[in-house]
């Protein structure tokens, strides 16, 4: 069992979730002039679900680099987005 995990994003809301249920966590914080942004937005035409599975998959890619290059040692990683869709 491990002590701790990475959480991939900075949410407050996440950090105060981990703290309630007391799960202990160390950031995975991007690195200087890293574009976090882009990936996050909406292709033309793109589906929801789509949408979601992108960037879900592209934010755990992005936070399994950082944690390499971190030299830390292993850890689960928690990687989420809350993404909220409405019917055109």
Request: hydrophobic residues 40%; glycine residues 4%.
């Amino acid at each position: 069992m491990f002590s701790y995990i990475y959480l991939a994003s900075q949410s407050p809301r996440r950090q105060e979730l981990l703290k309630q249920i007391g799960v202990q966590f160390e950031m995975l914080i991007a690195a200087p002039g890293e574009d976090t942004e882009t990936l996050e937005a909406p292709l033309p035409h793109e589906r929801a679900r789509d949408y979601v599975e992108r960037v879900t998959f592209a934010k755990s890619a992005i936070a399994l680099a950082r944690w390499q290059n971190s030299g830390k040692p292993w850890a689960p990683i928690l990687c989420a987005d809350t993404t909220v869709s409405l019917p055109a």
